[in-house]
């Protein structure tokens, strides 16, 4: 049984930092690049992280460039995502995704994780 599960979300005020953890289970997690996505109310899912298997390789969404760092560990199978400097508009239920490295159309998610940036 697969199964993504998303930890360490909350509520943080402006400037502060999070870290958001992802389990996997129920599949081989060094096949799957991993990825973080959010969605705000009234918005569209958006990806925020992705980090490559197996070479490691990091992408991040224009909005989360020096302030949100993406890094997996294959001997836990998890997937973490360093939030610091946080915003407002950083505001969303954050999911976590596993997508096959060869086979894309085949991906999982996370059940989310709410982030809530205010003061």
């Known amino acids: 049984q697969v199964q993504l599960v998303e930890s360490g979300g909350g509520l943080v005020q402006p400037g502060g930092s999070l870290r958001l953890s992802c389990a996997a289970s129920?599949?081989?997690?060094?096949?799957?690049?991993m990825s973080w996505y959010r969605q705000a109310p009234g918005k569209e899912r958006e990806l925020v992280a992705s980090i490559t298997s197996p070479s490691g390789n990091t992408n991040y969404a224009d909005s989360v460039k020096g302030r949100f760092t993406i890094s997996r560990d294959n001997a836990k199978n998890t997937v973490d995502l360093q939030m610091n400097s946080l915003k407002p508009e950083d505001t969303a239920v954050y999911y976590c995704n596993a997508r096959h490295r060869l086979f894309r159309s085949v991906d999982y998610w996370g059940q989310g994780t709410q982030v809530t940036v205010s003061s």
């Open positions: 129920g599949f081989v997690f060094i096949s799957y690049d």
